[in-house]
């Protein structure tokens, strides 16, 4: 007997694999490994979805009304070019399912999201990544893989995993040269944590094109990624072809509610960002006296890298580290087997992290203050 088979390609794709949440045996784990807020989730949101409890038999506002208002005001952009998703992993999605299919390319720099490359060949497209340079998306090398076959152009910035931004006067080249009918999608799921005048998070480039949008996050900074929340932003054809094309309640009305008290409170972001400053400087310099290697990074997380590391080695850090309960994320699937990514957590997450990998390298911790 036959059985009902799948669309072309669908079984060529590698399922996305989250990171690890436990350690068998373990009852208590520091989790480093999902970039995940480290502070945790503001009152106000944790308050306003407790509020909710008596109301989830009702369906949510199929529009996301209150909260594209609250975004629009928060960012002074126009709601009506907002559409909200569950997470902007569905953002991704249904770009991919609107704007490509067989025998289209959809483009991404070499170490970019994993999720760039599942959602095209979910839609039947062909992933295509160009390489990068120092770990950093190269515009040159991405205008030079366009093809007549190109449909979609995404670019995370700060990139995860590696951490690395591209200068608002490249991102802007990039737009410039590339062609119109390609749709360039800004991933900015960290926006948040940076505070650069030169930084573009692809804001501005919405408004001055037809062919870019930007996708954000509740999942990072705002401590809502067991909610899956995220938005995007783009020209009007575009967000009216994600309305077409999305779920009719796409969003829960518990995500939306904790969404739209967590935009307001900017006291909560300011501390966050201050937090992973701190924390993110002093980790990245005390790995990098341990004689690891740890490229700047611009998120909340930390690419560690351990090439000419004294014959020590990505993979048996990571089961020495979940050895002492601590868990992290392996790069191999980012096609940097050597590396590790190192979320940031509270001040002892991060100690105990440095103090772990002395003791792996058989190195005296010498620890900044």
Not at 16 to 29: L, M, N, T
Not at 74 to 100: N, P
């Amino acid at each position: 007997m036959s059985s009902p088979a799948p669309q072309p390609g669908i079984l060529d794709i590698a399922a996305y694999v989250g990171g690890e949440s436990a350690i068998k045996g373990a009852k208590k784990v520091i989790k480093l490994s999902s970039n995940e807020g480290a502070l945790g989730v503001p009152d106000a949101a944790q308050s306003a979805f407790a509020e909710l409890a008596a109301e989830l038999h009702r369906y949510p506002d199929g529009g996301s009304t209150a909260l594209r208002h609250a975004i629009a005001e928060a960012h002074g952009v126009d709601a009506e070019r907002i559409v909200c998703g569950h997470g902007s992993d569905e953002i991704i999605s249904l770009l991919c399912q609107s704007y490509a299919g067989p025998g289209d390319e959809v483009l991404y720099s070499a170490h970019g999201f994993l999720m760039y490359a599942i959602s095209a060949k979910a839609a039947g497209a062909t992933p295509v990544a160009a390489p990068e340079t120092d770990l950093t998306a190269d515009v040159d090398a991405l205008l030079t893989a366009v093809t007549e076959r190109t449909r979609l152009l995404f670019l995370a910035n700060p990139n995860n995993p590696t951490g690395s931004l591209v200068s608002g006067s490249e991102l802007n080249r990039l737009r410039r040269e590339l062609r119109d009918d390609i749709l360039l999608v800004v991933d900015a799921a960290y926006a948040e944590y940076i505070d650069d005048a030169d930084y573009e998070s692809g804001q501005a480039m919405v408004e001055a094109a037809d062919n870019v949008v930007m996708t954000r996050t509740f999942s990072k900074i705002y401590g809502l990624g067991g909610l899956r929340l995220g938005w995007g932003y783009g020209p009007p054809a575009v967000v009216d072809v994600l309305n077409r094309v999305r779920g009719p309640f796409n969003v829960s009305a518990a995500a939306l509610a904790a969404g739209l008290a967590a935009v307001g409170d900017t006291e909560f972001l300011a501390r966050s960002r201050a937090h992973n400053d701190q924390w993110r400087a002093w980790t990245r310099e005390n790995l990098q006296v341990l004689g690891l290697t740890v490229p700047p990074s611009a998120g909340n997380f930390l690419l560690v890298c351990f090439a000419g590391a004294d014959g020590h080695d990505a993979e048996a850090a990571d089961e020495f580290l979940k050895g002492r309960g601590i868990i992290i994320r392996r790069m191999a699937g980012y096609g940097l087997p050597d590396c590790l990514r190192i979320s940031i957590g509270l001040e002892d997450e991060m100690r105990a992290v440095v103090s772990a990998l002395a003791a792996f390298l058989g190195k005296n911790e010498e620890t900044a203050s």
